[in-house]
């Protein structure tokens, strides 16, 4: 999509997971116009998305961004390949789709204002529409029901029980949902997924799915090349704008009236 408009309220650069969420959220408020940047291609026909299996056909392509750690001492001073999506949703469209909250302990460990085990699954849940299954002994006070990332249970297989079962067998307690709750981490249990009807759902999902009346915008396979920064009134540097390359290699620079993301 071309920028019909120069000029925004927010530039939200990066179109992956998160910053999918951040700019739908922005958007809600139909008077703010929001511009989300994203280096990869629209995930619309990525059928390696899409398809729960296909992940593995994302990486060490255009579609990954391919990047090399520095050498680490705890891997022997080696460089490790982590693969990142490079498209819309990002690695949220190529993962193993489990969903797994983790502990809410860990959160409250951090001590960070705003960033509470319960403060943290409060939004996890919101983000979330559950599709719950007549076997799982689902947590529902732990599960959203509205949001835009659809999930749900995979079909029971008998391997399923007979791996339950072996957990069991080495004294693990079943805790049917505890990697939604996230009340502890000792036990066994089955993990709800990021599918629904067989496809997988991604960050994507909350800039393609929702209406926003024309006040989002999706710039995809367009690279952030320059933050602008100028000075305030204070004389203290802030984030204006940006500088981008598009595709076809032509540069356009679009202007922040509040804030650079």
Known sequence: MAASNLTYDFIVCGGGTSGCVVAARLAEDPATKVVLIEAGQHNEN???VHMVGGWSQIVDKETDWNIISVKGAGVNDRRIKLTRGKFLGGCSGCNGTLCVRGVRQDFDDWDLEGWSGDEFFKYMSKAETFHGKDWF????????????????????APISDMVK??????????DHDMFTHGRNSHGCGHATRTVYKGLRTTGADFVTIPKHKGNLELLVETHVDKVILEKDKNGELKATGVRAIKADGSVIELKARKEVI
């Open 46 to 48: 990525l059928e390696n």
């Open 137 to 156: 002994e689902a947590d529902k006070e732990s599960h959203g029901y509205d949001g835009y990332l659809h999930t749900g249970l995979h079909g029971l």
């Open 165 to 174: 079962e072996s957990m069991v067998s080495k004294g693990l307690p079943v």
